[in-house]
Nanobody, 116 residues
């Protein structure tokens, strides 16, 4: 069984920063896509950022210029550096990964709250 373990969520003031981490463990040697989704109360789950094994990235328009996604392929770990956080960024953030055999994996989610 493959597990995605997230860390780094919490409470931060507007304008602050957080760094999320997600590490894959179990019977897996690599991941093709790794990324982050988020879901706020009353809203649909949305893609925040995604990165391929080659380092190609995609960002939601709402976070461009503020968030940076990166990965460590050797550790099968993805990071999300979140800067200039806004109350609208408050959500549960879910790590997501797709293996080379196109299996999908999800983390349990970590709460990010941006509030004064």
């Amino acid at each position: 069984q493959v597990h995605l373990v997230e860390s780094g969520g919490g409470l931060v003031q507007p304008g602050g920063s957080l760094r999320l981490s997600c590490a894959a463990s179990g019977s897996i040697f690599s991941m093709n896509y790794m990324g982050w989704y988020r879901q706020a109360p009353g809203k649909e789950r949305e893609l925040v950022a995604r990165i391929t094994s080659a380092g190609n990235t995609n960002y939601a328009d709402s976070v461009k210029g503020r968030f940076i996604i990166s990965r460590d392929n050797a550790k099968i770990t993805v990071y999300l550096q979140m800067n200039s956080l806004e109350p609208e960024d408050t959500a549960v953030y879910y790590c997501h990964a797709v293996s080379g055999s196109y299996s999908h994996y999800w983390g349990q989610g970590t709460q990010v709250t941006v509030s004064s």
